[in-house]
Nanobody, 129 residues
């Protein structure tokens, strides 16, 4: 069992920034990828971004491309999601998740919640208009 802990959520004005962190002891070993997802009230959980361990490839939801940046610090067993130019539609609970085990066609699969093995409990992000 891998425990993931998200932090860094909060309330900001439109145009503001936040940096989310996802920390887990096992992130330095054999995980395949770490993804960030979000879920707004009444909405489905959607993939926001992902970083692949072996080559550092990153993936983004179209609506956050250019505003969000995912990165990792293996020494700290942490993956970050830097969020800039935040909009009210970014308001949601943000979750990080990991996948153990390689998966082909990851450029299309990364955004599917069913592809991930372990999940954190989420951190709330509120963006006021």
């Amino acid at each position: 069992q891998v425990q993931l802990v998200e932090s860094g959520g909060g309330s900001v004005e439109t145009g503001g920034s936040l940096r989310l962190s996802c920390t887990a002891p096992g992130l330095t070993s054999d995980y395949f990828a770490v993804g960030w997802f979000r879920q707004a009230p009444g909405g489905e959980r959607e993939g926001v971004s992902c970083i692949r361990r072996h080559d550092g490839n990153t993936y983004y939801l179209d609506s956050v491309q250019g505003r969000f940046t995912i990165s990792r610090d293996n020494a700290k067993s942490t993956v970050y999601l830097e969020m800039n130019s935040l909009k009210p539609e970014d308001t949601a609970v943000y979750y990080c998740a990991t996948r153990w085990g390689m998966r082909p066609s990851w450029n299309t699969r990364w955004r599917l919640a069913s592809e991930y093995t372990y999940w954190g409990h989420g951190t709330q992000v509120n963006v006021a208009s």
